[in-house]
């Protein structure tokens, strides 16, 4: 198993790197990182627009957002270079991994089956 920050975007190159290393090939791309912002509770104050803490909403924007796009990118740059019609699917909420991801699991095990928090081989 791997696990990646995916909001840098060389340590997404290596880690595909990595990957590739124990794999042949690789056609199919589900990323389904995201981190969930609730922050219901976490704060003595009520948290509202004016005062929503930008720590938080920085790391929002760089794993949901720019990690999005680095996975994306990386293995665009993948499937390009080695001439792979290959699939990407990215979904966008925490609580997409198990609506998307246990039909791919079930129907084709032969595919490697990556997201981006965890990847399952």
Known sequence: MFSVDISKKEKVKSSLNKILNFLEKIDVLVNLAAIDTNIKGKFDKKINFHNFPYEILKKSI??????????????????????ISGNIINGGLIYSIVALILPFITKNFQRLIISTNQLIM
């Open 62 to 83: 760089d794993i949901n957002l720019l990690g999005t796009l680095n996975v994306s990118q990386a293995f665009c740059n993948y499937f390009i270079k080695n001439n």
